[in-house]
């Protein structure tokens, strides 16, 4: 089992910057794909960005393309979201999750563990 705690959401004016961190517990997380995904209220959560268990593969939304990068670290048990040039259509809950499926990668029904969320705030 994987515990996730994601940290680093705040308010952050329109072209600004920033890291979300996803904090996980357990020996196994190297084995595990990561991915971000957000949810905006009244809105349905979306796919954000997702990278495999070697952080040699790595796939994102067309939202955020080019704007920002996924990353991790396996020796800290941290995957990483930077975000940058943030727009106001960017606020929503930002929520780290976990999985083992290699196939539909950007849906959120194929990763098991999630954390809490983190919330971010672009304002304009």
């Not at 929520?95 to 098991?112: F, K, N």
Request: charged fraction near 20%; proline fraction near 2%; glycine fraction near 10%.
């Amino acid at each position: 089992q994987v515990q996730l705690v994601e940290s680093g959401g705040g308010l952050v004016q329109a072209g600004g910057s920033l890291r979300l961190s996803c904090a996980a517990s357990g020996r196994t997380f190297s084995t595990y794909r990561m991915g971000w995904f957000r949810q905006a209220p009244g809105k349905e959560r979306e796919f954000v960005a997702t990278i495999s268990w070697s952080g040699g593969n790595t796939y994102y939304a067309d939202s955020v393309k080019g704007r920002s990068t996924i990353s991790r670290d396996n020796a800290k048990n941290t995957v990483y979201l930077q975000m940058n040039s943030l727009k106001p259509e960017d606020t929503a809950v930002y929520y780290c999750a976990a999985s083992h499926s290699i196939v539909r990668v950007a849906s959120w029904r194929e990763y098991e563990y999630w954390g809490q969320g983190t919330q971010v705030t672009v304002s304009s």
